[in-house]
Every structure is written in structure tokens, then in C-alpha cells.
């Protein structure tokens, strides 16, 4: 194996070290904006829940002097 070979070994090793460590950022990126709107969603459900269980809390306000 000559000095040529070789250098097209580590550069080809190098090529695609980089694209998997792309791809693996990018893969790590998008599960947290999935998190992000998983949580959001939840706390926008627990919120519309909470409501249908009792509507009217805080519709009125009595108030005697």
C-alpha cells in the first residue's frame, strides 16, 4: 500500500466520520424540537382539561361592600 493509497484511506475515513457526526447533530436537533412541542402540547391539553372539568371558575366575580 503506497503514501497515495493511504492518504485516500484517512481522507475517505475523514469524509465520512464528518457526514455521520452531520447527521447524528441533526438527528439530535430534531428530537429536541419534537420534546419541545411534546411538552408544549401537554400543557396545552392539561390546560384544556382542566377547564372542562370546572368552566366556570373565574367567569364571575361577586363582590359585596
Known amino acids: 500500500m503506497g503514501i ?20 447524528s447533530d441533526v438527528g439530535t436537533a430534531m428530537l429536541s424540537k419534537t420534546l419541545d412541542l411534546q411538552e408544549a402540547q401537554g400543557s396545552q391539553l392539561t390546560k384544556m382539561m382542566e377547564m372542562s372539568v370546572n368552566p ?10
Open 4 to 23: 497515495g493509497s493511504l492518504t485516500n484511506v484517512i481522507a475517505s475515513a475523514s469524509v465520512d466520520y464528518a457526514t455521520g457526526k452531520t447527521l
Open 56 to 65: 366556570a371558575v373565574g367567569g364571575n366575580f361577586d363582590m359585596s361592600v
